[in-house]
């Protein structure tokens, strides 16, 4: 049986069915959110930018922003027919990168820690429990999820990669 393989770009949110790898690369500041149901053989990912949705934004940027994204993320596993009590979810990212060259840290170019902040309040607003989690730090990682073994894999430049968790 082949592998679907998706490389997930930022703003993406994409649900799939069968075996399938998913993959996000250069995971900074932003947040990589997996789901998987493996009753159903259905898993999603949502590559999420920021905090908060504008109030100038529109559906278009649903992908955008962490309040939207995972809304969309767990309404299109739903749609695809993923049962909310089979679902295990795991997420990665909100490194810090901006400081003045001074090196302090100003609060509004706290992205990452914002964005934790903010999926943290999602999740628990939407009633979803989390796996597994991997962030903080100064460092982008890559991320990729596989069904054939349900691993969430992390590779950082200087730690090499590790697996985060198991979603079975």
């Known amino acids: 049986m082949s592998t679907n393989q998706f490389n997930v770009g930022i703003t993406e949110v994409r649900v799939v069915k069968g075996p399938t790898l998913l993959e996000c690369h250069g995971v900074g500041s932003c947040i990589a959110l997996f789901a998987y149901d493996s009753v159903n053989t259905l898993s999603g990912v949502a590559y999420i930018v920021l905090p908060k949705r504008l109030a100038s934004s529109t559906d278009a940027y649903q992908g955008l922003f962490v309040d939207s994204a995972v809304e969309l993320l767990l309404k299109k596993l739903l749609d695809a027919g993923a049962s909310q ?49 991997d962030i903080g730090g100064t460092i982008g990682r890559d991320v990729s999820f596989c069904t054939s073994d349900a691993e969430l894999k992390v590779r950082t430049v200087h730690e090499g990669e590790k697996t985060l968790c198991n979603l079975q």
Do not use: D, H
Not at 88 to 111: C, H, M, R, S
């Open 85 to 133: 009590e089979s679902l295990k979810w795991a997420y990665v990212g909100a490194a810090e990168f901006l400081k003045l060259t001074n090196g302090t840290q100003l609060p509004a170019l706290e992205i990452g820690r914002r964005n934790a902040e903010a999926i943290e309040a999602e999740l628990e607003r939407l009633g979803i429990e989390i796996t597994a989690k």
